[in-house]
């Protein structure tokens, strides 16, 4: 059983992957992270009983949060009262438009700043949904598995230098910021959790011509880790398309920086 704030469940729920924050400390350093400007639009994800939503309500007086649990929105709703303006969209957040969400901000850049402490379960989907939606984020700051941010931050001969470091590190800079031990949740994960910032990359900056081609490419060479680039990418590129990207056939996806995946992702297929 975890300890709740006066007024929430006092029951976290597996299946949502609900592990709530409570070390004052660490709630601090995030808000300090995002130090949102005036006119920011916030939106957070998974505002659970309100750990990193209140402090960041106080701070800039209006946030928007999008949460699943309908036992949460009551409670949430009424504590806010005292904070600020919360907006609250009771939705599963993979099915939440955030180009929409930004369209209809008023006074700023027409972009959305993203917070949230993930539930783990589900950390993947919504990095990959958001990656739909980099147009529309100015930042993002999550709260994830340490072993997802090493493996979104590695860099090429790296043991966990993978399909996500590649994929994420295209379309955002990835800037892991601080660990932050079980202990500091209630109730406590099993893994070491980490917080992790990322600032989506110009339109152009990498040069992806082709989100699907490039998709597709990074899936098929990492999909056969061990097997060399000119056996994993069977059907997807050949060797003269391998050798015209300026990559080595016999190298493996390991020894390949995100560069180098734009630079065979582009080039036309026969
Ligand atoms: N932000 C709170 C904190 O730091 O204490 C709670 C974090 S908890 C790790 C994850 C939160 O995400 C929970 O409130 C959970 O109900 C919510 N959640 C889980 N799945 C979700 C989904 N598909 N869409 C939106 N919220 C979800």
Redesign the pocket.
Known sequence: MSEARPGFQRE??KH???????EKGV?NKIVQAVDPKPGDRLV??????????FPLLDRHGALTV????RD?IAPLTEAAQAHGRLTIVH??????DFTALAKDVEGTDGQIRLV???????SSP?LFHALEHAGAIRDMHF?LQKEVVDRMAAEPGSKVYGRLSVMLQAYCRVVPLFKVPPGA??PP?KVDSAVVRMVPRAPGEMGVQDPVRFTHVVRAAFGQRRKTLRNALQGVADTAMIEAAGLRPDARAEQIDVAGFVRLANLPTP
């Open positions: 976290a729920k949502l992957g609900q592990h709530f924050l409570h709630i957070e994800i998974g505002p659970g009983q309100g750990a990193i939503t999008i949460e699943f649990d949460l939705r599963d957040v993979l099915q939440v949230g402490n993930l539930p783990y379960n589900l919504i709260m949740f209630r994960p």
